[in-house]
Nanobody
């Protein structure tokens, strides 16, 4: 499987950015696909994902309100719309996928099978 993120860049605080993950080599609907982010010296944290069980979105409480995940099955893409960005949102954002039945446990631990290379998002103040 191959996951390729795009859409990262530099944005001013309060701005918006849309990340896209293009996925190939796997059956799209069979996988939970989601986003994580990581900054140097900090643990990787989950941002949002779409469950392969019922297609619902799972999102940690700290990420609710400004991050919206969506998917386009025809294009095999999974997007993350980010709004009202803050300097503390600066991080490398990763797309990840897993074939197991969705579990908030493995998602919250970042224990997914396939990962993209990441895309840098920098929010300037």
């Amino acid at each position: 499987a191959q996951l390729v993120e795009s859409g990262g860049g530099v944005v001013q605080a309060g701005g918006s950015l849309r990340l896209s993950c293009t996925i190939s080599g796997l059956i799209f609907d069979d996988f939970t696909i989601g986003w994580f982010r990581q900054t140097p010296g900090k643990e990787r944290e989950g941002v949002s994902c779409i469950s392969n069980v019922d297609g619902r979105t799972y999102q940690p409480d700290s990420m609710k309100g400004r991050f919206t995940i969506s998917k386009d099955e025809a294009k095999s893409t999974n997007d993350l719309q980010m709004s009202d960005l803050k300097p503390e949102d600066t991080a490398v954002y990763y797309c990840a996928a897993d074939s197991r039945t969705f579990s908030a446990t493995y998602y919250s631990h970042g224990d997914l099978e396939y990962w993209g290379q990441g895309t840098q998002v920098t929010v300037s103040s």
